[in-house]
């Protein structure tokens, strides 16, 4: 059974896009919330990450406006992720 479980384990991080990116920006959350712990606002959640991935030398940007698209055309809509870390998106403003 844990041959599988590795097996498993070991083909979803082949998977993974932006490997070391994605490793960076986990650990970064991992010590936040070992630092922060639960119970607080949103807030809190949104500035403490801010000032990790700062200290991490990850770029990155706030409350972006993320343009959709549906059938080739443009919603009026927006997305606003928490963060854009090593922003790739190409349609991102």
Known sequence: ????????????????????????IVGACFTVYNEVGSGFLEAVYQECPAIELTERGIVFREHPNLHL???????????QPNFVCFSRHSRDS
């Open 1 to 24: 059974m844990e041959t599988t479980n590795h097996a498993n384990s070991a083909n979803q991080s082949e998977r993974i896009l932006w490997k070391d990116e994605s490793y960076r």
């Open 69 to 79: 698209t549906y059938r080739g055309m443009t919603l009026r809509q927006k997305y």
